[in-house]
């Protein structure tokens, strides 16, 4: 589920669903030789013994009403024995033996044993026969003839449960309603937490957006080894946030999409199919190969997909995975797991702007930083290969090492050399590594992750690598004392890095970069019902002078979030959140005012059902730029209000 750290519209209920499932027979033993296979096919229905909940009443049952009962298990194979007798012991006297137990005619329905029966199922009365063999024989039952069919039985059930494994469905539903509300000050604009833009005569009536979304997940087994994985999506919610590597594409902010023919980028806001995962698994000895549409992500500095919808959980785009389309092979080399991959990123069309690591953000406000993708290239990145490894390190430590890199498609500029074109085509290299070690009562997680930007052939004047200030290094400790789990941490991340990772958001700023700081994180039970989650961060602006686009920054400005929120279990199907999170602006100028950006959020959920659940919520948007709108953009209120249903199955 997603991980709504920065708005705490919808909370993730977890409900305790009442289990209707007889229980054992009361006067077997869970000692008994015979217990596991008894329980077994009483809880599957074979063997049903009396009404109040005994296997053979409050007297001991002998051998032989065992092996009766054992023998009545022959009716349930078609065939075996022949109308009205059971291997020569007339009906009267089963009758009389079984008068006890359930008969079939008192029960509504009973299955046969081909619809019933399981493994296990075919194993328990395995070893009952074995067991029971001389009081069967006793009977008039052919054990022989008996275990052959037992025997048959088992591989028809083997088949039958091979073929039921052979493919699996399931899936999620969703369908929400989602609307802005602008009560801004002098008709200006705002953009929601998602740096979506609310326009000015946005209101709860005219700005509402009906979004449906349907993922169903298929998984056939062609073999032991190899299986078929596919997730095909239906609906306009990928419509809905254009382009899911990027919340805007390459067109800067824009609005909310309301009606059907509201689209960007060619995108209209109207139900479609799109196959979002669609590859081929095949165990490989040590390892497995994928080849197709699969889903990859790394770490949040090196490889994560932005999730770019925090108002709503929609699995896919939550997650963190890229859908690439290529080949990844995984393998164990002496303790060692190595993936290694090739993949084009905009063969998706929902990805066409490839790998990105910053949202755009054209409104002008105190924390634009202009959207570019990975390594600060000016060409969108459209194919990437590279490989990860993990390993085992001293401490119960584990160390991750990251590399890939990628390529424009698309020629950034072209030259001429002796009557030959040659084009400029961008390059991005990452690199990286992380490590987690349990040191004591702490953990400590720490990453250094570097970004290029190289330009592949004779570049002409003007166009140089960047290989300066594309550092991300972070660094944590995390432990817990009784209930409180705390953790405390420091960054710093460069101007030019702009892996394709999702690592912070700031308000509406997504994937800082340019800043350094500590920061902090605390969650505390105070009730069984309520949970208290805390956190902040203290950034500092390194270097103003490397902002594109932005001269509103000096050295030592400082950018304060704190984040608090509450999650009430009201009951085991409601619960109420409350967050709120404050981001303020302070520049090193005495003579300019503070900023202040606040988000105040409440949501409800309803557990409909173990598989359905119902989220409601509405956040209220302010933002505050004291006497100096001309420095931090004018101020705005607004607001943003979703209902959700979803279904899983």
């Known amino acids: 589920m997603k991980k709504m750290t920065f708005v705490l519209v919808a909370l993730v209920l977890v409900c305790a669903a009442p289990v209707f499932a007889q229980g054992p027979f009361t006067d077997v033993p869970t000692d008994h030789w015979a217990y596991d296979a008894v329980n077994q096919l009483q809880e599957d229905g074979i063997l049903i013994g009396y009404p109040d909940g005994t296997f053979g009443g409050k007297k001991t049952i002998t051998r032989y009403e065992f092996a009766v ?28 033996a079984l008068a006890g137990y359930a ?21 328990a009365i395995r070893k009952l026969v074995d067991e029971f063999r001389d009081e069967l024989a006793a ?89 078929v994985n596919a997730t095909i999506n239906y609906g306009n919610y990928l419509n809905y946030v254009r382009y899911v590597d990027d919340f805007v594409g390459a067109g800067g902010t824009v609005a909310r999409p309301t009606t059907k023919t509201d689209g960007q980028g060619g995108k209209d806001f109207v139900d479609g199919f799109f196959p979002y995962y669609a590859y081929i698994s095949a165990a490989t000895g040590k390892g497995n190969l994928s080849v197709g549409r699969f889903p990859l992500a790394f770490t949040p500095y090196t490889l994560k997909m932005i999730d770019v919808d925090s108002y709503t959980t929609i699995l896919k785009t939550d997650d963190g995975y890229y859908p690439m389309d290529g080949v ?51 060409a969108i990145i459209t194919q990437t290969a590279g490989a990860r490894a993990t390993m085992g390190i001293p401490w119960s430590g584990k160390l991750g090492l990251t590399y890939y890199q990628g390529w424009s498609e698309n020629a950034t500029s072209v030259t001429t050399e002796g009557g030959l074109e040659t084009g400029v085509f961008d390059q991005a290299r990452v690199y990286g590594a992380d490590v987690n070690v349990p040191i ?9 992750t570097k970004s290029d930007t190289l330009a592949a052939g004779d570049a002409p004047a003007g166009v140089d690598d960047i290989t300066d200030d594309g550092v991300a290094w972070d660094g944590a400790f995390g432990t817990t004392i009784g209930k409180l789990y705390a953790s405390a941490g420091y960054k710093s991340i460069g101007s030019n890095f702009a892996a394709a990772g ?55 400005d400082q950018i304060l979030k704190a984040e608090g929120g509450l999650q009430w279990g009201i009951s085991k199907s409601n619960s109420l959140a409350l967050g709120y999170q404050y981001v303020k602006f302070t520049p090193d100028n005495d003579a300019l005012d503070n900023g202040v950006e606040s988000y105040l959020t409440i949501g409800w959920a309803h557990q409909v059902n173990p598989d359905a659940a119902l989220k409601i919520g509405y956040q209220f948007i302010n933002w505050d730029g004291g006497d100096n709108s001309v420095v931090y953009g004018p101020d705005y209120r607004a607001g943003v209000g979703v209902v959700q249903f979803g279904v899983s199955f």
């Open 103 to 123: 008969k079939k005619s008192e029960i509504p329905t009973v299955p046969t044993l081909s619809n019933l029966a399981t493994k296990a199922d075919v194993d």
């Open 502 to 556: 999702a690592w912070d958001k700031i308000g509406h700023w997504t994937n800082p970069v340019n800043v350094k700081g500590p920061y902090a994180d605390f969650t505390y039970p105070i009730l069984c019902n309520l949970n208290l989650v805390l956190n902040g961060e203290l950034m500092t602006v390194i270097d103003p002078t490397s902002w594109t686009g932005n001269t509103k920054l000096t050295t030592d």
């Open 139 to 227: 009977l008039g039952v052919d054990v022989d003839a008996l275990k052959r069919d037992v025997a048959a039985l088992a591989c028809r059930v083997d088949i039958l449960e091979a073929e039921v494994k052979r493919v699996k469905v399931t899936g999620n539903a969703n369908v929400f309603a989602i609307t802005d509300m602008n009560n801004s000050f002098g008709n200006v604009p705002a953009v929601d937490l998602d740096n979506r833009l609310i326009p000015q005569d946005a209101n709860l009536g005219n700005s509402v957006a009906v979004v449906r979304d349907l993922d169903l997940n298929i998984v056939g087994r062609v073999s032991d080894a190899t299986t």
């Open 440 to 448: 004591g009562m702490f953990d400590f997680n720490g990453s250094y």
């Open 328 to 378: 990844s092979l995984v393998n164990n080399f002496g303790g060692v797991d190595v993936m290694l991959f090739a993949a084009k990123n905009d063969e998706n069309d929902y990805l066409i702007n490839g790998l990105t690591g910053q949202p755009n953000n054209d409104m002008g406000t105190f924390n634009q930083v202009g959207g570019h993708a990975v390594g600060g290239l000016n």
């Open 69 to 96: 009962a054992l023998a009545r298990l022959v009716d349930y194979i078609p065939g075996l024995i022949p109308p009205g007798s059971v291997g020569g012991v007339s009906q009267a006297d089963l009758d009389k």
